[in-house]
């Protein structure tokens, strides 16, 4: 695929994650942190948010499927991972965190169960997704491009 | 990253007034190279938070561990400009490490969190955070935080400095200056920040109460000239920052001991510390502190129950040495007065100002201070003997006045004012039915109605939690009551009906052990320093705080935190003072809950306080800020909201 297109394709997905909601502005602000003396910089954070969370979701299904759920240890995984996917701009995780935690409050858990369902799901997803995309982004780069930096026109 | 940078980013703050000594080339890189330090057990946005500081020109640090960030910082103490750290962390209670970092090395300290309810915002501001940062956290809310270290350097320039110091000639002139440019701050606060947190609006204001770490180290900033540790260069001007050691602070506690938690003056304290180099001001700023501890702690309560019953009952000097002023309701806070006493509290009713006096001296021989029908009914006839009450009073005035044998009646109406001891000892004898109805004071109501939340659960044991611990829900309830009731001792008791609404609702959310340690606490400062309260926007600042702060608790097992507080603010004063000097240890110990902790010795602290008055400002910024929600509408505030917040 020329170059360009490669380029084009990447802006219009990325394009099309924002439109979706799968990811928002924070993620913009993560991109431009990302420089010539740092230039992995996306991909390294986003690594380190997928690690982390896969440990959090880890637990969070352990403790949920104990006999007893103890809910004061359920929220503050819950609210953790609000907070890492908030910080990276996987909005969708973080919406149903925020939903995750209302049950965690009521301590119901079958909504709990359900919700972290839900965060699952955003989750893959949105990791899905930014695998994806940071292939186009090697793909560029590997033929010699650059990343085009996002336009916010959309 | 920790390398002393000559006078880079530390100690800068007066980059306008460009006379840091040898600092030009400085003044022109700051706000570059200020050193921060990150505290955040989320690895994720520890590296974005990394990233962005890095952007903005910053030595950063970062940990993942509170502990780890408490030990780097006190390894090098004047390694770091700022402390950013998150607020839910798993080893320690950001506050609590808040609160460490303000008292040990009195650094601003931003707060930061996904959770951007307002209670925990609060929490952060009662705390003494600087600001408070709602995840995800931007570039252009870091850009700015170097403003914090420059405010707090120039508050604390300005501050004039009666005791020695070798920095004088430097810090003479810099202090004129920086006092211009504070008063022009001052002046201009509200556009002189960007971070939103109105808190910062007022510096003079909020210097003395934001947090007590920015008081103390406003004054002792100025004793200790430039807090530039890093540069030595300096000019022999460049006073040391005073360290708390171990020893130091034990020699404090002493002290303060010997004088009497409430008598304790920092001129006396000094005089009896008897250190080379120690300033008023040093010990000024770490009284006021350790008063934030020792509130926390919740100490008070046994110690103080004993006390105040005797005192309230019998009219006496009040046996205990901490809190002479608690009145009935403190008592009941303490969770220790006597079923009887409160019923004489109760019984004599609130209706005669007698009825203030316990037994001994008291007429009506009730400790409860005010009945809480008749405190809610406002009686204005009361609620003047009130006003008459020397609203210059010290704290100290007032306790020894109390302490003459019983209060007198103005002294007790005062103390009802403060309203805390006065509501519990209702509380708890009468039934819920009364109690609510007695949620009608305004003015003690703020005290009061906590404390009746929770005491209502209980028999008339416990109540001294019940001001702390409120529920969530409640807690900002309460906490605005209690502001308000501050306020509205300042303003004249202003007839307002708190919302009378949470005070049912907290009794019956009252949890019973974790509240009474907590509330012992607060209820002895409140009543010791009823005076102080009143008159003292710190104080309500800090009531405000162990309010809030108990009120947040409930988030995190609050009662587990209560109760294993309570039981080691049980113990007597001189234990409390101990719990003290063990200091921090102590104190993470204690609360390993986190939250819970953290507010008791809130408590503590401010029920020994009673030093700080002539803050009405402050605690009509601070009130405001927390008088969202029903009370708001009672009180005329004219400044914060807390919707005003920014976070």
Known sequence: ?154 | MMNPLNGRGGGLGGSSSGKNQGGESVVEMFPSGLRVLVVDDDPTCLVILEKMLRTCLYEVTKCNRAEMALSLLRKNKHGFDIVISDVHMPDMDGFKLLEHVGLEMDLPVIMMSADDSKSVVLKGVTHGAVDYLIKPVRMEALKNIWQHVVRKRRIEWSMPTTTHSGSVEETTGERQQQQQQQQREAVSADDDDNNSSSVNEGNNNNNNWRSSSGSSSRKRKDEEGEEQGDEEDASNLKKPRVVWSVELHQQFVAAVNQLGVEKAVPKKILELMNVPGLTRENVASHLQKYRIYLRRLGGVSQHHQGSLNNSFMTGQDASFGSLPTLNAFDLQALGQLPAQSLAQLQASGLTRPAALVSKPGFPGGSTTIVDERSIFSFDNSKMNLLHGVPTGMEPRQLAGLQQQHGMTIQQQIAAVRAGHSLRRPQQQTFSRPQQSSSIRQPMLPNRVSEISGFSSGRSSSIPESSSRVLPTSYANLSTQQQSLAFSNFQQELPVNSFPLASAPGLLSLRKPHSSASEVNSSEAGFTTSSYDMLFSSRQNDWDLRSMLSSSHQDAFSNSEAYSSSRNNNNTSRNQQQQQQQQGMVSHHQVYGNGGGSSLKVKSETMAFHEQYSNQEDLMSALLKQEGIGPVDTEFDFDAYSIDDIPV
């Open chain 1, 1 to 154: 695929m020329e170059l360009v297109q490669m380029q084009k394709s990447l802006q219009d997905y990325t394009k099309s994650l924002f439109l979706e909601g799968v990811l928002d502005s924070q993620f913009l602000q993560l991109q431009q942190l990302q420089d010539e003396s740092n230039p992995d910089f996306v991909s390294q954070v986003v690594t380190l948010f997928f690690q982390d969370s896969d440990r959090i979701l880890n637990d969070l299904s352990l403790s949920l499927d104990q006999q007893v759920v103890d809910f004061k240890k359920v929220d503050p995984h819950v609210h953790q991972l609000k907070g890492s996917s908030s910080s990276i701009g996987a909005q969708r995780v973080k919406n149903a965190c925020v939903v995750f935690r209302t049950f965690c409050e009521q301590q119901n858990v079958e909504g709990c169960h359900r919700c972290l369902q839900q965060v699952k799901q955003e989750y893959y997803l949105v990791k899905n997704r930014l695998e994806t995309l940071f292939k186009l982004e090697q793909q560029i780069v590997a033929s010699g491009g650059v990343i085009p930096a996002m336009e916010l026109g959309f």
